[in-house]
């Protein structure tokens, strides 16, 4: 017997064929129903695809009753599947009530249920009722086929019959599921204006500040962001959050079983088998790609079916992920709201299953993605499983801000795991970095008793003592015995660039051996960039900047900058050793340049950015009180001076914290009238090896207190490794030359500003020249007229001293008079110094004229003799 109900009835009662009464509410959005209305009056069509709970039912019936047109409304239930006559049976119900000499809707119904059941109407006929229908009306009507989807594909075949009959001007709008796409792909691609889906159904931030209000409630952006994130814009988890919201329920607690079973029961019954069983298991993780859908579900062909949910409007998102070896890698992203409902789904009905869908994505999760891994493995119950990731990617979860995450794992752990010397090491690791140095020490002391002779953990413990360690030539012995296991192939080769790094920053922090860091943290940059590790590449790329700026190779420094590289979130756990690192090394090669202005500037942000005393933000404090004692501004000084108790008072990492205070201090005191405190700050740090940068500092400062052989002996202390690095040689043979200078030595004077002039050069290194004692300049002119390879780069650095003298000698001179007159100093010619200065050789000559006038000289030896 035939299920379905008599012909008649169907044609009287079964079909809905009066629009709904129009709800206030956000699926109505005024520029929602002014895009159709504009649609319709350039096409015949138009088609709303979209999942359940996105609002083309209300929209519709919005649209109905605003429109002023006539509207033919049907709609279809699963009755009507692949079935062409009910079909039109429907379309011939819904066009008769807009019939201006239809009898009443009583007498209609009774007319029906008249009729004989076995009676039937040709297809062929009820076609072309309807276009008599549309005929006779007095105005072309709008036909609206609300939930669509149910009528199968043969729909499609019925709108484009009727679209290719009817003369009347009569449109469609079609709304349903996204699988009407398919059957109207050809229309649509031919009128692509003709198509709405979810992405523009979504809700904006916009949207929902407007729809809270309208149910009294406030919302601010940032948290109308939130929302926006949490849902995807997809309306009715957002009226869901607005229902929990307005019952009081916290802003992170959205997800309310209400909504849970709106997914249960309306969004997963309408996909096909297969489909809905790829999403209950697909959607275990959030973020995928076809490999892990393919674990996860176990079903072949997993690309396609994450295709087919991404075509329909399945609540995927598809992401092209970069390109690695020229191949663009492609991801796919569950919207938030959705996956969470499917996941509680499978945990309520089978939670067996949903424990196995979790192990599954912790293994396949675990080399690539540690963090996701381990918040899996939580939900299953298999220590083990946690061990074995904790142990395999506990360095890069370090280093990529999950320390956090990484201890809360390891207290997670069983009691019996919890002790496991490994566990114990990695936790002090991560206490540490949360600035707890005591805690960790004892839980290290702990680990150290219980793993002796176990050669996990000292493998284990040779990296985490990188993190562990303070004393300086402890520490230097610890990256010897990391760097032997690295180079014996004790890594794995997805964690290898991770110890890599951890090696090269730490011996980048011990100032120890700055070529082999810098050789180190380029290897982990290219490696990091090669396995597609974002965080790992920006970490090594901003310590390889500061490793060649710290090494004195500026002008390579200067072709790695980027901007991605000067700032850090504050919130990073990484952030307590290493935030600001790019942001301090911008401004270290500003400083070395005498460009005073750009590194004061990079030395405030960082310090604006947050950053305890033992931070790089400290070492950003010491410069600011060098510069401000160079500059000898007295609002600078006492600046600076209030940022001194921001610097450390004990060695940390191997960081001697108290050595740069002093030079701090001392510089700040050189320029206050404090000689005697300030040379007694000096004394003892000529104790102090392995700091050239305080070394250079405090020579240059104790000649200019009059302490000539003070001065020296902090130049004697330099290794010849440390005199290798440019602004380091630089600086210490400006200082000797000016000693000599100072006593009667000329020739070592000139030989030693010789010796500075190739590196400056070289590297841009100016700072050291611009000295305010007039004795540089002195000495620079002279070193000039004797004769030099670098004339040019002399002449340059005494116009600069020319422009930024304060004395009454050349004031009538204008600024570039004196520039000319600085390389007037210098054995170069005209048109040398025309090409220096992208200028004529008549303009030199017009300048020099100018300079003979005002100086009272009638030539060139003379004007330089003057001073």
């Known amino acids: 017997m035939d299920p379905r ?75 009507e599947r692949d079935d062409e006559r009910l079909i039109l049976l429907g379309l011939v ?52 086929i609300d939930d669509a989807h149910h009528a199968g594909p043969i729909l499609g075949d019925v709108v484009e019959l009727l679209l290719g009959l009817i003369e009347s001007g009569a449109r469609f709008v079609l709304a349903g599921k996204p ?94 088998p297969r489909i809905r069983e790829f999403v209950l298991t697909a959607t275990t993780c959030n973020r995928l790609d076809r490999g892990l859908a393919g674990a996860l579900s176990g079903m072949d062909g997993a690309a396609a079916l ?38 509680r789904i499978v945990a309520r009905t089978s939670p067996d299953r949903a424990e196995i869908l979790n192990a599954t994505a912790a293994r396949e999760l675990s080399a690539r993605f540690p963090a996701e891994a381990l918040l899996h493995a939580a939900e299953v119950d298999d220590a083990e499983l946690t061990l074995a990731i904790i142990r395999s990617s506990w360095i890069r979860l370090m280093l990529e801000s999950g320390a956090r995450a990484l201890e809360q ?61 303070d004393d300086h030539a402890s520490l230097v012995q610890a990256t010897v015995d990391a760097e032997r296991l690295l180079s014996e192939g004790e890594s794995e080769a997805t964690m290898h660039a991770y110890r890599v790094f951890l090696v090269g920053w730490t011996l980048l922090r011990l100032r120890h051996d700055p070529a082999r860091a810098t050789r180190l943290l380029r290897t982990a940059t290219n490696e990091s960039r090669l396995l597609r590790r974002p965080i790992l590449e920006k970490r090594a790329a901003s310590n390889l900047f500061f490793a060649l700026s710290l ?47 750009e590194a004061v500037d990079a030395f405030r ?56 205070g002093a030079i701090a201090r001392a510089s700040l005191l050189a320029v206050q009238d404090e000689s005697a405190r300030a040379i007694d700050t000096l004394v003892p740090l000529l104790r102090e090896p392995n700091v050239p940068i305080v070394r250079i500092i405090a020579a240059e400062l104790a000649r200019t207190l ?46 030693r500003i010789e010796r500075a002039l190739g590196p400056a050069a070289e590297e841009e290194v100016l700072q050291p020249f611009f000295s305010a004692d007039p004795m540089l300049r002195e000495l620079l002119a002279a070193h000039a007229v004797s004769g030099s390879q670098h004339a040019e780069f002399i002449a340059a650095r005494l116009a600069d001293l020319e422009s930024g003298s304060g004395d009454a000698f050349g004031a009538a001179l204008s600024e570039r008079e004196r520039e000319v007159l600085a390389y007037l100093r210098t054995p170069m010619t005209a048109g040398e110094i025309a090409t220096a200065l992208f200028v004529s050789v008549n303009t030199v000559r017009s300048h020099q004229r100018a300079i003979y006038r005002k100086l009272g000289v009638t030539n060139r030896r003379d004007a330089v003799k003057l001073r």
Not at 441 to 458: I, N, Q
Not at 640 to 649: E, F, H, K, T
Request: aromatic residues 8%.
């Open 93 to 144: 119900s819904a066009l008769e009530r807009l019939s201006p000499t239809r009898t009443s809707t009583a007498t209609q119904v009774a007319l029906r249920a008249s009729a004989p059941i076995h009676q039937t109407v040709a297809t062929r006929d009820l076609y072309g009722s309807i276009a008599g229908s549309l005929a006779a009306l007095p105005e072309p009507p709008v036909i609206v």
């Open 409 to 469: 794992s390891c207290l997670s752990l069983p009691a019996k795991y919890r002790e496991n010397p490994e566990v114990l090491a990695i936790r002090a690791c991560c206490i540490n970095l949360g600035g707890d140095r005591s805690g960790a020490r004892m839980l290290a002391a702990r680990a150290v008793s219980l793993g002796e002779g176990d050669y996990d953990f000292a493998a284990t413990y040779a990296f985490a003592r990188l993190f562990l360690l």
């Open 706 to 751: 009059g302490d000539a052989a003070l001065a020296m002996d902090f130049l004697a202390g330099l290794t010849p490794a440390e005199r290798s690095v440019s602004y380091i040689d630089v600086a210490a043979q400006i200082t000797a030359a000016l000693v000599a200078h100072q006593t009667g030595d000329a020739a070592r004077a000139h030989e």
């Open 179 to 272: 699988e009407l796409l398919p059957w109207f792909a050809k229309r649509v691609m031919a009128q692509p204006g003709s198509l709405i889906t979810s992405s523009e159904l979504s809700l904006s931030a916009a949207d929902m500040i407007e729809e809270a209000a309208r149910c009294g409630e406030v919302l601010d952006s940032a948290t109308a962001e939130a929302r926006r994130s949490a849902t995807d814009g997809w309306p009715i988890a957002f009226q869901m959050r607005q229902f929990s919201a307005l019952r009081g329920a916290p802003e992170a607690d959205w997800r309310d079983d209400l909504f849970v079973d709106f997914v249960d029961t309306k969004v997963l019954p309408a996909l096909q």
């Open 605 to 660: 942000d960082l310090i604006a950015h947050g950053g305890h005393d033992v931070s790089y933000a400290a070492l950003g404090r010491v410069f600011l009180a060098v510069i401000a004692a160079a500059r000898k501004s007295p609002r600078d000084i006492l600046a600076a001076q209030a940022q001194l108790g921001g610097i450390g008072r004990s060695e940390t990492h191997g960081m001697p914290w108290p050595v740069y």
């Open 551 to 597: 090494a004195g190779r500026l002008t390579d420094a200067d072709r790695l900058l980027a901007g991605t590289l000067a700032h850090d979130d504050p919130d990073d756990d990484w952030a307590h050793y290493d935030g600001g690192i790019g942001l301090f090394a911008v401004g270290f090669c500003a400083y070395w340049r005498g460009r005073y202005d």
């Open 5 to 79: 109900p008599p012909e008649s009835w169907l044609r009287s009662s079964w079909f809905l064929t009066t629009p709904p009464q129009p709800v206030p509410g956000i699926a109505a959005r005024p520029r929602l129903i002014s895009w159709l209305s504009q649609c319709l009056d350039s096409s015949e069509f138009a088609l709303i695809a979209a999942p359940s709970g996105y609002g083309k039912t209300v929209m519709l019936s919005a649209f109905a009753h605003e429109s002023v047109s006539p509207i033919a409304w049907l709609t279809l239930t699963r009755h």
């Open 306 to 343: 994450l295709e087919e949910c991404v075509s329909s409007g399945l609540f995927l998102e598809r992401i092209t992920d970069g390109a690695v070896h020229g191949t663009e890698r492609t991801v796919y992203r569950w919207h938030d709201a959705f996956g969470d409902a499917c996941r």
